[in-house]
């Protein structure tokens, strides 16, 4: 089996979040704001908050147990700014406790606002995540399931994110308080829509830390069965093959695993027909690397992936070559892997029936570059 080279989830997803939310963020003070003047004034004071800036908040919140809307958006808008500011208010004891407490309040404003506090917060290191599971991990969960509040899903399962690709310590954490029951709920019942993909994205990263919190008997027997209920998206691509690297490949029984093979051919389909194999790069591995395993381990999948190109769902030597026309050369490569598997597990039967549909042996202009490695 070919190891995928993971990218760095945890940097990117970072990254783009403080982004966004520094962006929505403005977008909304902005509204709000009375003139250009005042409009200079408030954008310096949340672009440059120093460390002493965050202490002298933390403290005054802390001696008041209260933190109004400004106090908030500094405060999120520091945690953005610099790892040092975060490492400096927590280590103010008592000041995260007025944060949740604005969490868990009435105010719906401020209950957001904190909420952003708290996400930005986990942007720290490993040790802040864990501060903030202990006093508002339970909380987080809580609140995620409530899907009547959309807005308040996606901070606490960007939270959530945050907290669960800092270390494994923090993972633990939130893992005992009960947050893959709450995960598991949602992904049977959040409707198609961007929370089943943070979902999804939430689930991959759990699987980084291998079975420590997710063991092969619940992949197998509640998330492998659901995931595959889910319509075709990348997220959802991803965490199945996360899921079958986890328990090498091997599924509870032939109809799961066939049901693997027709969800691979599913995203594979677009592919084909908009012959744009650059804007399903990582759609095109994926696929191909779930499948040169299953048919090298089982018959029947081999037997429904023939299947598949015989009805003409599924040309892999037209894939190869739009690939190819394409200077796709990786991907290339990995659908040689997935030829040579064919052609070694089929039976003289059923690769007969194979090359009628896909000849594979006579029509592939193999990328130079491979045939010099």
């Not at 957001?112 to 903030?132: D, I, K, P, S, Y």
């Not at 598991?184 to 939430?202: C, I, K």
């Not at 490949?249 to 093979?261: G, R, S, Y």
Request: charged share 25%; hydrophobic share 40%.
């Amino acid at each position: 089996m070919i190891e995928c080279s993971e990218l760095p989830i945890r940097e990117i997803k970072r990254a783009e979040l403080q982004w966004e939310r520094r962006l929505h963020r403005k977008t909304g003070t902005d509204i709000n704001r009375a003139g250009l003047g005042q409009m200079l004034q408030e954008v310096r004071e949340v672009e440059n908050i120093s460390s002493q800036d965050i202490k002298g908040l933390a403290s005054r919140i802390k001696r008041r147990k209260h933190a109004d809307a400004n106090d908030l958006i500094k405060l999120s808008y520091g945690f953005q700014q610099s790892a040092e500011n975060i490492s400096e208010f927590v280590r103010i004891t008592g000041a995260i406790n007025v944060i949740v407490k604005e969490f868990t309040g009435n105010d719906s404003d401020l209950q957001q606002l904190a909420g952003e506090c708290l996400c930005n917060l986990t942007l720290g290191e490993e040790v802040c995540c864990e501060r903030v599971v202990t006093f508002a991990g339970t909380y987080l969960i809580t609140f995620l399931e409530n899907l009547n509040n959309r807005v308040l899903n996606n901070i606490c399962i960007w939270t959530l994110q945050n907290i669960i690709a800092s270390g494994p310590k923090a993972m633990k954490a939130i893992h005992s308080k009960g947050i893959v029951a709450s995960l598991q709920r949602l992904l049977a019942e959040a409707p198609d829509s961007e929370l089943l993909d943070e979902v999804l994205l939430t689930l991959e990263l759990m699987l980084d830390y291998e079975d420590s919190c997710l063991s092969k008997a619940f992949i197998l027997t509640r998330m492998l069965p659901e995931v595959l209920t889910k319509p075709c998206r990348l997220n959802g691509l991803k965490l199945l093959y996360k899921c079958l690297k986890l328990t090498n490949f091997e599924t509870l029984d032939n109809h799961i695993a066939q049901l693997v093979v027709d969800r691979c051919v599913e995203n594979l389909v677009p592919v084909a027909e908009k012959k744009d194999p650059s804007s399903y790069h990582v759609t095109i591995i994926l696929c191909v690397r779930i499948l040169a395993n299953l048919i090298a381990l089982s018959e029947s999948c081999l037997e429904k992936l023939i299947n598949e190109c015989v009805n003409g769902r599924i040309s892999f030597c037209d894939l190869f070559q739009f690939c190819s026309n394409d200077g796709q050369d990786r991907v290339c490569r990995e659908m040689l892997w997935l030829f040579g598997n064919i052609y070694k597990s089929a039976s003289k039967q059923q690769m007969n029936r194979f090359l009628e549909h896909d000849n594979f042996t006579k029509n592939l202009a193999v990328p130079r570059v491979l045939l010099l490695d």
